[in-house]
């Protein structure tokens, strides 16, 4: 079964940075979500490497970059200036269904297990 494992998580001030990575091969569309306690699962970015393209949720924009190195097999999630609002749980998504949107978590059907984001005020 083919895993996906993110890293680099971790506490940081707000206006800090962090670096968040996926281990992953053979997929081309592919996102991060996050998860807050008590709340939906919501998407953060999303690429395509195939069409260039780069999707971000209107909260993170300007301040988030995903990128993906294909030779590496990684996603990247660089996260800058942070806020305590930021604060959750990271998952990896992957294996896209195209009949949903990049940011509906039914568009994708594999997981990672997800690495906590915490930024304190």
């Known amino acids: 079964q083919v895993q996906l494992v993110e890293s680099g998580g971790g506490s940081v001030q707000a206006g800090g940075s962090l670096r968040l990575s996926c281990a992953a091969s053979g997929y081309t569309s592919m996102a991060w979500f996050r998860q807050a306690p008590g709340k939906e699962r919501e998407g953060v970015a999303g690429i395509r490497p195939d069409l260039g393209e780069q999707y971000y949720a209107d909260s993170v924009k300007g301040r988030f970059t995903i990128s993906r190195d294909i030779a590496k097999k990684m996603l990247y999630l660089q996260m800058n200036s942070l806020k305590p609002e930021d604060t959750a749980m990271y998952y990896c998504?992957?294996?896209?269904?195209?009949?949903?949107?990049?940011?509906?978590?039914?568009?994708?059907?594999?997981w990672g297990r997800g690495t906590q984001v915490t930024v304190f005020s």
């Open positions: 998504a992957a294996d896209r269904n195209y009949g949903y949107g990049w940011a509906d978590t039914r568009a994708f059907s594999t």
